[in-house]
């Protein structure tokens, strides 16, 4: 027995995902979440970076037992690994470690030692986008915590979007949060954050490109310093 979410074509999906972003621009990101559970069911993922776990604690408050997915890209901080442990024991969630095809060994003998020195977009692909493709290949919609202050490139970014590259429904939930808004609702419900964060980093990423942040630079100003990347290419 089929139901009304495999019936839907890629053309309804997009026609969804432009007429929800209009909808529910003035939501709260829980509403915004709770429309997911109910439109999507098993086929809505999270996907956490675990920078912290705001949108995954709010997606386990839509949809218990979400699946939340992790990339494992081999090159993490220990206090990344921590923090996603730390997600699955505490929180009501399902949680996905997805892992590139090949294991840093395998890549540094192919393409040779310290490729995301020497070509990043390449090491992203491989590492992130490649695997999340896979991974995302059985849902049709996806939660990210991208906000529109994090930097200029996200300034646009709608709360529920059509995700052109892997014709999936993308949702923004907290799009239009501030860091304000972030640190309240991290305190208000005891949510976990990367221990990382109040040690100088105001994004955490891989460890090999990412540093802390100076005084009075942007929050991704840490992130593949001294070149002009500025995204891994899981969002453009």
Same mark, same amino acid.
């Given at each position: 027995m089929t139901t009304a979410q495999e019936e839907r074509t890629t053309e309804d999906l997009k026609q969804l995902a ?8 003035? %939501? ?20 956490? #970076? ?5 949108? *995954?604690?709010?997606? @386990? ?5 979400v699946d939340v997915v992790f990339l494992d890209t081999g090159y993490h901080f220990e206090e990344t690994i921590g923090?996603?442990? %730390?997600?699955? @024991? ?21 393409? /040779? =030692? ?16 490649? =695997? ?8 049709? *919609?996806?939660?990210? /915590? ?5 930097? =200029?490139?996200?300034?646009?970014? =709608? ?30 419900? /005891? ?11 105001? #994004?955490?990423?891989? @460890?090999p490109c990412t540093r802390r942040v100076l005084e009075g630079e942007d929050a991704r100003a840490g992130r593949w310093? /001294? ?10």
């Open positions: 432009e007429q929800a972003g209009r909808d529910l621009e003035d %939501a709260s990101a829980l509403e915004i979440l709770q429309w997911a559970a109910k439109t999507f069911g098993k086929q809505f993922c999270v996907t956490s #970076s675990m920078e912290d776990a705001v949108v *995954a604690h709010l997606a @386990a408050r839509a949809m218990p037992g923090t996603r442990d %730390a997600v699955e @024991a505490v929180m009501d969630v399902n949680l996905i470690t997805l892992t590139p095809v090949q294991s840093v060994a395998e890549q540094d003998a192919q393409y /040779g =030692p310290k490729l995301h020195d020497r070509d990043p977009d390449l090491c992203c692909k491989l590492r992130k986008v490649q =695997p999340l493709e896979q991974g995302l290949k059985d849902y049709r *919609a996806w939660a990210t /915590g991208l906000r529109r202050d994090d930097s =200029p490139t996200r300034a646009n970014t =709608p709360v529920v979007g059509w995700d052109e590259k892997r014709q999936k429904v993308k949702i923004s939930p907290i799009a239009r949060w501030t860091q304000d808004d972030v640190d309240a609702y991290v305190t208000e419900h /005891g949510v976990l954050t990367n221990p990382l964060l109040m040690d100088g980093y105001a #994004s955490v990423g891989c @460890a310093a /001294g070149r002009s990347k500025t995204e891994c290419g899981l969002h453009g």
